[in-house]
């Protein structure tokens, strides 16, 4: 059979530019896997999305006129209920078969198989392959129900008289539905298809764009209705004009991929303008004033060589005008009231010192059951302060303990009330003003790090400190109080805290121990306000590392072999996998990993406790001396190379423990009848147990 492409284009009102990129992928990738899944088009068959402000739409190549007829094996009923006694067919089957346009001129052909324990009957019939109306009327019915769409509008149904109505992402105006030439007959939300679409509202050369086939679609919007249709080729001519134009201007525009999307999905015939401000803006922090002409006016600010914010700015319009000026004029107009507001937030906020603020966090409810924003500050002071004088000392701990006590002031300041995105940054700004340090100014932005993945660090130790001290503090309090994440809930981002502690102990390289970490970090909340929760927040940390590790190479036996052992300096981690990586690629590794096992089921099922001082005189069998000498011997060198730091030397040194261990096993009863004989013997498995397993627990790399 022959195909043809096929073209489906929903015609809309402006549709929301922050959905358009996933609102456009989902209408193509659902409604071509749904023609592929009903045998309507090729399974190779090339797929082009289509998205601009004011339409949806997709063009499939290799798409039939009618699928295939198939052969299909259907199942009627058990035997014992389609055959009486003597073979003949029930009145259940017979009406079975009517009900499938087929009578008892089939009955020979029926086949009898095991459905189960039972047998039953089957028809093999041939089922004739669907028309392209029949499938495309359900590929759309299917699509718009699953499209991602966050709140739908109410309108009247285009075809009545205002009653039924139409729910929707917006209006929808127009119906195209071509395979070649031809207009498929199919209807959703209310229109008809047809074969004609609408161009740009003002630049269009005709009003009404007639397509003359589903593969010049794409053509004929971009020379009839000036409009790029194509999402991702709008997008990159924005980037080719954007780049050229600051260029010329021997500048950088900002680079944003969110802005470029959304800008992408407010034009759908772009065109890129050079504005500018009044220098004197220039006084205000450049993220301020970055941050309120990407979110309020999509615009893309122009940085010098040095990253510095200039007072040039690019302008998307959707417009090409003979004289862009008034363009241009109206944009700068628009924005100047912007600019003053910033300007006006930050001279007001620098009226008052960051320290003033303290008091009025107070006043702001931080959690029902944690108290307020003031009080959650002295709790984070005294957290840092008790990080800091673990890392430096007692000059730190005084500065992390100013820097924790500042770091949420700017909360009360109108610039972060206007920009939330800036907390921390304005913080900085207003230390400096105050005359603080960098490493408090610093401190107060960077306490706020890691924020994403990939995000950077903390740049000194005081913004560590309070970094993880503000971060421990969320954690544990809201653990607490039993607001543990669940499933992909999880409200208050503690696996984001969880994964931001974890980078800086690791990268950080900081000697802290994850436990008293937690420990402290508890001790920081007034008694009874928490329930115990070390635990849980100790294995919350060790879950969020493990995948970490697993993400960046590690096998799950590797990762449990150290992690099983509750590493409390989480900066050692590392150094212990490769470690474990390096001896499970000796020859002996197998060997000594299931031995390991072994000891440990030993040792497991001792009632008691088990000593580990071995008495010389009761060592009877050759084996077993054997093992305690080459115990002695190996396990000073492993216990030596662990205690310099090297992981890899102390666990190859074990691989010397082979033969001996292999030697005891063979020709040595642990659990003798003799009482003295047994303690002593468990005693130098638990002597050996203890050696093994410093770095790692081998028991995990065991087959």
């Not at 003949?88 to 086949?111: F, H, Q, W």
């Not at 096993?665 to 638990?686: K, T």
Request: charged fraction near 25%; hydrophobic fraction near 45%.
């Amino acid at each position: 059979m022959s195909t043809k492409s096929l073209l489906v284009e929903l015609f809309v009102e402006e549709l929301p530019p922050k959905s358009l990129k996933k609102l456009g992928e989902s209408f193509a990738a659902t409604l071509s896997a749904s023609l592929k899944a009903q045998g309507l088009a090729t399974a190779d068959a090339a797929v082009t999305a289509y998205a601009s402000p004011r339409r949806l739409a997709v063009r499939v190549a290799g798409v039939f006129a009618q699928a295939a007829d198939k052969s299909v094996l259907q199942k009627l009923m058990p035997v014992k209920v389609g055959l009486d006694a003597e073979g003949n067919a029930t009145p259940a089957l017979l009406k079975k078969l009517a009900s499938m346009g087929a009578d008892a001129s089939v009955l020979p052909n029926l086949k009898r198989e095991l459905d189960g324990k039972a047998e039953s009957l089957f028809l093999d019939s041939v089922v004739t392959g669907a028309t392209l109306t029949e499938g495309l009327q359900k590929a759309l019915d299917e699509t718009i129900a699953k499209l991602p769409i966050a709140k739908m509008m109410t309108y009247p149904d285009p075809q009545g008289d205002g009653w039924p109505v139409v729910n929707f992402v917006r209006p929808a105006h127009s119906l195209v539905a071509l395979l070649g030439r031809k207009v498929i007959p199919v209807s959703v939300l209310g229109l008809v298809a047809g074969n004609k679409t609408h161009g740009h509202r003002f630049e269009a050369a005709v009003d009404t764009v007639v397509l003359e086939d589903a593969d010049s679609y794409a053509y004929q919007l971009e020379n009839e209705g000036a409009v790029i249709p194509c999402f991702e080729k709008r997008r990159a001519e924005i980037a080719r004009q954007l780049a050229a134009a600051a260029d010329r201007q021997g500048l950088k525009p900002v680079s944003d991929d969110a802005l470029l999307d959304e800008v992408t999905a407010l034009v759908e015939r772009p065109n890129v303008l050079l504005g500018q401000f009044e220098p004197e803006f220039l006084a205000v922090p450049q993220e301020c004033l970055i941050l309120t002409m990407k979110a309020n006016q999509k615009y893309f600010p122009l940085l010098d060589a040095q990253g510095k914010l200039t007072n040039k700015f690019l302008i998307v319009s959707n417009i090409q005008p003979a004289d862009p000026s008034l363009v241009i004029g109206g944009n700068e107009r628009v924005v100047r009231p912007r600019l003053a507001d910033a300007k006006f937030f930050f001279d007001q906020d620098r009226k008052k010192t960051l320290e003033s603020r303290v008091l009025g966090l107070a006043k702001v409810v931080y959690h029902n059951k944690l108290g307020t924003q003031g009080e959650r500050v002295q709790r984070v002071c005294a957290i840092a302060r008790a990080i800091g004088q673990q890392l430096g000392g007692d000059a730190l701990a005084m500065q992390a303990e100013q820097a924790a006590l500042l770091a949420k002031a700017d909360l009360l300041t109108d610039m972060v009330g206007e920009f939330p995105e800036l907390q921390g940054i304005m913080g900085r700004y207003y230390a400096r003003h105050d005359g603080l340090s960098d490493d408090i100014a610093y401190a107060i932005e960077d306490h706020y790090k890691p924020r994403f993945a990939g995000d950077e660090l903390p740049r000194n130790p005081v913004g560590v400190c309070v970094a993880l001290a503000d971060k421990l503090e969320t954690l544990v309090g809201m653990f607490g109080i039993g607001q543990i994440p669940t499933g992909d809930k999880d409200p208050f981002a503690l696996r984001r805290h969880a994964l931001g502690v974890i980078r800086m102990l690791v990268e950080k390289n900081l000697p802290l121990s994850l436990r008293e970490l937690i420990a402290g970090a508890f001790a920081g909340f007034p008694a009874g306000l928490l329930v115990d929760a070390h635990a849980a927040v100790e294995t919350f940390m060790f879950e969020r590392l493990g995948g970490t590790l697993r993400d960046q190479g590690y096998t799950s036996n590797e990762v449990e072999a150290v992690l099983s052992l509750n590493p409390q300096q989480l900066a050692l981690v590392q150094r212990q996998l490769e470690a474990v990586r390096a001896f499970a690629a000796l020859p002996e590794a197998e060997s000594l990993a299931a031995a390991n096992k072994r000891v440990g089921n030993i040792l497991k099922k001792i009632e008691g406790e088990i000593s580990t001082v071995v008495n010389a005189a009761l060592l009877q069998e050759a084996a077993e001396q054997a093992l305690h000498a080459a115990l002695g011997e190996i396990a000073l060198q492993a216990a030596a190379a662990f205690e310099r730091g090297d992981y890899t030397a102390s666990m190859q040194a074990l691989a010397a423990l082979r033969a001996p261990v292999d030697a005891f096993f063979d020709s040595v009863m642990v659990n003798a009848d003799d009482p003295a004989l047994r303690a002593n013997r468990q005693a130098l498995l638990a002597q050996l147990h203890a050696a093994m397993n410093r770095v790692a627990d081998l028991a995990k790399l065991a087959a």
